[in-house]
């Protein structure tokens, strides 16, 4: 049986693969914003570089949706790292600028761009591994959470979890959904109606991280675990990814309009433009 799970999702892209063949490529990417490393021809390093806190802005959205794009067009390449170049934060989610006193059409581009990011990353039959160097929240935290495996640093004060509701947000379905496979449906409901901020250790204790190691072995234990997981037999691995998330995938793969004017609704209502206001001020007072 041939199993193409993204692109069972994105039929284009196999038209993509068809017209140009990835060996014509470069092996390495890199960008004022991030940093692709072809380790091997099996596996890639992929690092996000948008200084202060990697948000995520609709270009800086764009540009990550079509490197996703390109690592699903090569066949060799079995799995990606996914982490930062930007010291102690791996990211601080969606750039808050993006939703004040935003423009509806910018506004619904942005989401549909978030929910691209989400359908693309969660459903890949590729391998992820999120090396966290740092702070992982809101949209970071569901990035991280959409990926096969979480290794962090082991620092006290580093930070993962979304505290969307402190701003007034109900997450979406998909990000529940995402993180009730993750930590299961009380932690969840606990994590998100009390915005609970987790460090490595609670977080490794709650499942949502796998392991914790030193900041000096964060790439090396992640390449250590991608090379065995590249082992495991292709097709039965992918599978078997497909076969666990593609409920959860097709939740909003068959909903996104509904999802989309859900989001532009509630962030346009004034009270949560009045908390975003409130809330921005308070990161720049810092
Ligand atoms: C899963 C999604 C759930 C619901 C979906 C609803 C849609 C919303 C999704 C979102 O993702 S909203 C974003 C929510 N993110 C946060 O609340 C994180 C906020 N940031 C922080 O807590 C901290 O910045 C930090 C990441 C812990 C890093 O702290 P640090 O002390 O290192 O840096 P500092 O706070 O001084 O920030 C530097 C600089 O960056 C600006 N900043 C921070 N986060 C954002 C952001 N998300 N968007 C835009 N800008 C951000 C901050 O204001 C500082 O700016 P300045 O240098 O000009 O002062």
Redesign the pocket.
Known sequence: MSINFYSKFFPLIKKGVASVPFQLRPLSTRTDLFNVENKSEEYAIFRLNKP??N???LEYLNLLNNQLDEFERNPKLKGIILTSDVK??F?????????YKCEPKRLEAV?RA?QDFWIKLYGSKKIYIAALN??V??????IAMSCDYRIMVDNDKT?IG???V??G????SW?KNTMINTIGFRETEKSLKFAKIYNPHQALKLGLIDEIVSSDKLLSRSEEVMKTWCKIPTLAREMTKESMRSETLGKLVNNREVDVQE?ITS?MDPHLQDNLGK??AS????
Request: hydrophobic share 50%; net charge positive; charged share 15%.
């Open positions: 202060p806190v948000s995520l802005n102690s934060t990211s601080a989610g969606v750039d808050i600028l993006e939703m989401w978030v740092g702070h929240l809101a949209l970071g935290c569901a930070k979304i505290t969307a402190l701003l947000i109900n997450a979406p990000v989001f962030t809330y921005l990161l720049k007072k810092k």
